[in-house]
Every structure is written in structure tokens, then in C-alpha cells.
């Protein structure tokens, strides 16, 4: 027995969605059929590919590195069928981003690689950056952008782009356009979630001043962030490229502040595993971007 295509395509399918049922689904088979392939698949390896977490499957440390394989197979499998040349790519590609990447930057470049290449499908989680850090060391995605810190054995990063936190507070608010130390110490907080790199980055400026800062609300969300501190609960602090529409609409205003908040956007990959000729292609076509073209 070798190895089928189907096999390889549940396979992906598992690994994308967490469940046989619901790769089942995806490639428009059934259930039984499904995980007679994925065992199949597994005694020809001759290892297990999923260990369970919980209600899902995460793949293995061992078989993460079939992943890449199996998507360039069924990616060349994609062009031969659609009769594409050579520099024409389809097939699936899988990215993970943080908030304000994933909201503010990554749609421009995904529909410019789109119009390059029409045949090719995108998949994108967007979540915080220790979100994106899970996404791709399960497997789930391909490449991932962080606004924060990277430190993973497993994972590579380089970095994209520069990027500048702001302290915003509402225009309703009367306070002195200058904060100092005291100021931020005195002031009640708005903040994005632990595991946030956006926070991750004020509390990092802040803690050889301000150990602990009066945090009154912590929440996922930018926008409800935004429509917190326009309440007046408290600043608030989130990359400019995010706050412009307020901004402009004379809803928030910005301090100036003691804080230095620059931070460099980065381009996630596993390290020692190929990438797809998709993923790669993708990467290159971001780093072609001008340094802070889209983040003023």
C-alpha cells in the first residue's frame, strides 16, 4: 500500500480543524472514511500523527514535519490540475496574526498576492500573539505576524515592519497634553488581555517606573478598547495604525508621555521545516513592502 492523496488531504484537513468529523466534512467524505484513511496514513508512517487535546487533535512534534511536505504535494497536485504554468500558484495557505496585523495590514497584502495569484485560497486566524505562537506550533498555521516578543525554541522570526504605540484618552476628558511618570501612575488603565503583545510592550516601558499599573479593564478586543477609553474608564494605549478613524473623528486624543513604545512587527516560520513554495512566496511579497508604508 503507498501513500494516497486522500490520505494527505485528511491529513491537512485534521491538522487545520481539529477534528476528523469536521475534516470529514472539508474534503466532502465521510466520517468512518476519514479515519480509516488517517490510520492508514499512520501505520504506513508507522508513528501516530495526532495526540488528543482535550475534544481536539494537535499533531505530533514527529509529524509536523510531513505538514509542509504534504501541503506542497497537494498545492503541486492544485497547478497540474488547474493547468497553471509555472510561476502560477493554488492551493491553500494558512497565516496566523496578531490584532492589529491581522486587522490593519494583512487584508492589503493578502488581496494583492490574490491578484497575482487568483487560484489561491487563504485561511487567517487572528488572535493575540501567544495565539499566533500556538497556531503555528500545532501546525495549524503556515507563517504568523506578531506585534511582540518571540522567543521559541521551535520558531524563527525576522522582522517586517515598525510599528508605534500611542497613550489616547477621550476628548471629553480635561487633562494636560503632557503626562509625566505620576500622571500614568495616578491614571485608571484600558488594556488589551494578558498574552497580548500590544500589552506586553506598555507594561515592559512602564515597569522600571510604574511596577503595577491601575489596570480597570482588560479586554480581546481593539474596538472595545477604543470604545472604553471614548467612555472615558480610563487611557488607553494601541498602535497608531489602529486608532485613526477616532481619531480623526475628534473622538480620542493623544499624550505625550515619558514611555518609548516602538516596537517591530515580526514574521513568524517553524524553524528547521521547509515552506511551502505558497508560504514563501507570501513572505516575500510582504517583505517587499516599504518600511512603515502601511503603519503611519
Known amino acids: 500500500m503507498r501513500i494516497t492523496l486522500r ?80 510561476d502560477e500558484l493554488s492551493g491553500s495557505l494558512h497565516l496566523a496574526a496578531s490584532v492589529s496585523v491581522g486587522n490593519y495590514l494583512l487584508p492589503k497584502q493578502m488581496s494583492n498576492f490574490k491578484h497575482q495569484h487568483p487560484n ?3 485561511n487567517l486566524d487572528i488572535g493575540n500573539t501567544q495565539s499566533v505562537i500556538q497556531q503555528l506550533l500545532t501546525g495549524k498555521a503556515e507563517v504568523g505576524f506578531i506585534e511582540g516578543y518571540c522567543q521559541h525554541a521551535e520558531l524563527m522570526t525576522q522582522v517586517w515592519l515598525q510599528d508605534e504605540l500611542v497613550v489616547f484618552g477621550s476628548t471629553k476628558e480635561d487633562r494636560s497634553e503632557h503626562l509625566s511618570w505620576d500622571d500614568l501612575k495616578a491614571a ?20 522600571a517606573e510604574i511596577p503595577q499599573l491601575n489596570v480597570v479593564l482588560s479586554l480581546a478586543h481593539m474596538e472595545a478598547v477604543k470604545q472604553a477609553v471614548i467612555h472615558q474608564m480610563g487611557l488607553g494605549c494601541l498602535s497608531r495604525m489602529a486608532i485613526s478613524q477616532e481619531l480623526n473623528a ?25 515552506l511551502t513554495q505558497n508560504a514563501q512566496r507570501f513572505i516575500d511579497l510582504c517583505r517587499a513592502i516599504p518600511a512603515l508604508t502601511n503603519v503611519s
Open 7 to 86: 490520505q494527505l488531504q485528511i491529513f491537512e484537513a485534521v491538522v487545520h480543524t481539529g477534528s476528523v468529523t469536521a475534516a470529514a466534512d472539508m474534503v466532502s467524505i465521510s466520517q468512518p472514511a476519514a479515519s480509516q484513511a488517517l490510520r492508514e496514513l499512520e501505520a504506513l508512517l508507522g508513528r501516530p500523527l495526532f495526540r488528543r487535546h482535550g475534544k481536539r487533535l494537535q499533531i505530533t512534534p514527529q509529524a509536523r514535519h510531513l505538514l509542509p511536505q504534504a501541503r506542497s504535494v497537494l498545492s503541486q497536485i492544485e497547478q497540474i490540475e488547474s493547468m497553471g504554468n509555472e
Open 120 to 122: 489561491i485560497r487563504f
Open 188 to 207: 485608571n488603565w484600558v488594556m488589551r488581555e494578558s498574552g497580548s503583545g500590544t500589552r506586553n510592550i506598555l507594561e515592559q516601558a512602564t515597569g
Open 250 to 274: 475628534g473622538l480620542i486624543r493623544l499624550y505625550q508621555t515619558p514611555l518609548k513604545l516602538n516596537r517591530n512587527l515580526l514574521i513568524v516560520t517553524p524553524r528547521n521545516t521547509a
